[in-house]
């Protein structure tokens, strides 16, 4: 039997994920919850999901009674994203949450205590993690291809349109970092297979923009890991970027775009010459994120991007706003 999941509001990205479940294996779509019912109506007769398998967010604890739903996905502003996540841990269902998986480490901890209080098993949107080229960067890093690690640039950006939530503090919990800059930060750890030991940032908003009123702009970061290797990351709300490049002690692997939705492109250079890598298609990274938590529930296996990953990436988080705000290194030793 494939996995059911529910999913937990439904916009642009819901959206996309709604239509990724034709290209799964072991997953399909079998409830919707939202506040609209216009959406609940149109998208329930697009992929057939019956009235009967339709929620409010008033009613969403009823889905605790329907055996159909084993996976609740959370696709919410990212302040909802803890509620919605202990709920539906409480209903006794599986929970796949959007990054950033909370908008503080003590809701990303409360989170994961649901979810183990619960026996369920919690799984945090990094698909990235299930695309070709970055795991074919990850392995040739772990590898030693390009020698050993030194640096990584991680630069993930695009400008911002006015009125959304993603501008609004109380929803989003942050500025660029949380929403866009987090993939730099969560390249570098599963580039290095490192946690950050000490952080520095400078954040450049300009406040008289009215985008700006409540969430940074850019917000660079330095990263010092255990090995010594450093990272340097560009986080930004007003300039386009998309890109890694692992610079090693024999050469660079860099990507870009890195991590968007489809596109990827990687070169190597190695031995005084740069190639451009043809990595196979493969399966989709939505798919592929979609049936590894599947299979993982099947198999009583831990996901690859556990809660923790996600609670990893926000410890640092704090660090690089503590940072920014206090004008000084942080340490995370
Ligand atoms: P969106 O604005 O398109 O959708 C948000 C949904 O939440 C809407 O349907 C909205 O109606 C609903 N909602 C419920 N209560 C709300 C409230 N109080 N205020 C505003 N909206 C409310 O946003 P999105 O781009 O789909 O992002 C949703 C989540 O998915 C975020 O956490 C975001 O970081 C994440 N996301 C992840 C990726 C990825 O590639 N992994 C891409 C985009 C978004």
New binding site residues.
């Given amino acids: 039997r494939k996995a059911g999941y529910a999913i937990v509001?439904?916009?642009?990205?819901?959206e996309l994920i709604m239509s990724k479940f034709a290209e799964c294996d072991q997953s399909r779509l079998v409830a919707l919850v939202?506040?609209?019912p216009e959406k609940l109506a149109r998208f329930g007769e697009k992929y057939g999901v019956p009235e009967s398998h339709r929620y409010s967010y008033a009613d969403f604890d009823r889905i605790r009674d329907n055996p159909d739903v084993d996976i609740v996905y959370v696709?919410?502003?990212?302040a909802?994203?803890a509620e919605y996540t202990v709920r539906a841990a409480r209903a006794g269902k599986h929970v796949m949450c959007?990054?950033?998986m909370a908008v503080s480490v003590a809701e990303c901890r409360t989170m994961i205590a649901a979810c183990r209080a619960a026996g369920r098993k919690l799984m945090i949107?990094y698909?990235s993690r299930f695309e070709p080229h970055n795991r074919l960067a990850i392995d040739l890093a772990k590898k030693g291809f390009v020698g050993q690690t030194r640096i990584i640039t991680a630069d993930h950006g695009f400008n911002a349109q006015p009125n959304?939530?993603r501008l609004d503090r109380k929803?989003s919990g942050g500025g660029s970092l949380m929403?866009i800059g987090i993939y730099s930060l969560n390249a570098t750890r599963y580039l290095t297979g490192e946690e950050p030991v000490e952080v520095s940032a400078i954040e450049s908003t300009d406040r008289s923009d009215p985008r700006f009123r409540t969430v940074e702009d850019r917000i660079s970061f330095l990263l010092r890991f255990p090995s010594g290797i450093e990272a340097t990351c560009v986080s930004s709300y007003s300039s386009n970027h998309n890109m890694y490049r692992v610079s090693g002690t024999d050469g660079w692997i860099e990507l870009e775009p890195a991590t968007s939705y489809e596109g990827q492109k990687m070169w190597v250079r190695r031995n005084g010459r740069t190639e451009e890598q043809q990595v196979p298609a493969g399966k989709g990274q939505h798919a592929g994120q979609l049936d590894h938590f599947a299979e993982c529930i099947a198999n009583g296996t831990d996901p690859l991007v556990p809660g923790e990953e996600g609670l990893a990436d926000m410890r640092v988080i704090e660090a690089i706003y503590r940072s920014a705000l206090e004008g000084r290194r942080i340490s995370l030793a």
């Fill in positions: 509001g439904l916009g642009r990205y819901a939202s506040g609209t696709i919410l502003p990212n909802m994203h959007e990054k950033p949107g698909r959304q939530w929803l929403d």
